[in-house]
C-alpha cells in the first residue's frame, strides 16, 4: 500500500486558483496538494498500477483502476500487514460515493479538524486518505493539509522511487 503525493508544481495539476491557494497555505516550497492511497496490484520501473482511493474538489470519493508515473508522483510505502491493508480498503469502499468536504477544505488552515472518522461522509483528499491509515491502525490525524500528512507519515512510511533491477550493477 502507497500513499501517492502531487506537489504544487506538478504538470498534472491544473492551473487553478484553489491549487494556488493550497499551496500557499502549506507555507512551504513546492508542497504536496494531493494525496492519494493506493492499493498496488503491479509495479513497473515506469509506473505503479492498482486502485486508487481519494477525492476531487466537489467530486465524490473513488475507489478505481489507475496508472501511477514514478516520474509524476511522490511515494510513501507504507508497511502494514494483509489484515491491516484490508481494513484500509474496506474502509475506502465503504465510503466511495461519499461528498467533498468544501467546509472542512476551506476552515482547514484555521481548525484542528475532526478527532475522528466515525460518522463521517464529506472528505477533501487527504482526509480520506488519513481516514484509510487509521482503518490500518497507523496513528495519524484526520484532518490534515496533504503537505501535512506528507510530512506527518514520514517516519512511519520509506520513501519508494524508480527501481529497474535489470539495470543495477555491483
Known amino acids: 500500500m502507497y500513499v501517492a503525493f502531487l506537489p504544487a508544481d506538478s504538470e498534472l495539476l491544473e492551473s487553478h486558483i484553489l491549487n494556488k491557494a493550497a499551496s500557499w497555505v502549506a507555507g512551504a516550497d513546492n508542497p504536496m496538494i494531493h494525496a492519494e492511497v ?6 513497473s520501473a515506469q509506473d505503479i498500477v492498482g486502485r486508487s482511493c481519494s477525492i476531487h474538489y466537489g467530486g465524490k470519493v473513488f475507489l478505481d483502476q489507475k496508472r501511477f508515473s514514478r516520474k509524476q508522483w511522490q511515494f510513501r510505502s507504507v508497511s502494514a500487514s494483509r489484515e491491516q491493508v484490508k481494513a484500509a480498503f474496506k474502509f475506502c469502499q465503504d465510503h466511495v460515493g461519499d461528498g467533498f ?10 481548525s484542528s479538524g475532526a478527532s475522528t472518522t466515525e460518522g463521517k461522509s464529506t472528505w477533501f483528499c487527504s482526509e480520506i486518505v488519513a481516514g484509510a491509515l487509521r482503518a490500518a491502525g497507523k ?7 496533504p503537505h501535512k500528512l506528507y510530512n506527518r507519515i514520514r517516519d512511519m512510511t520509506t520513501p519508494d522511487c524508480p527501481r529497474n533491477s535489470v539495470a543495477i550493477k555491483f
Do not use: I, M, T
Not at 493506493?38 to 509495479?43: G, K
Open 38 to 43: 493506493v492499493f498496488v496490484d503491479r509495479e
Open 139 to 145: 496513528d495519524v490525524p484526520v484532518s490534515l493539509h
Open 101 to 110: 468536504n468544501k467546509a472542512g477544505y476551506y476552515l482547514q488552515p484555521f
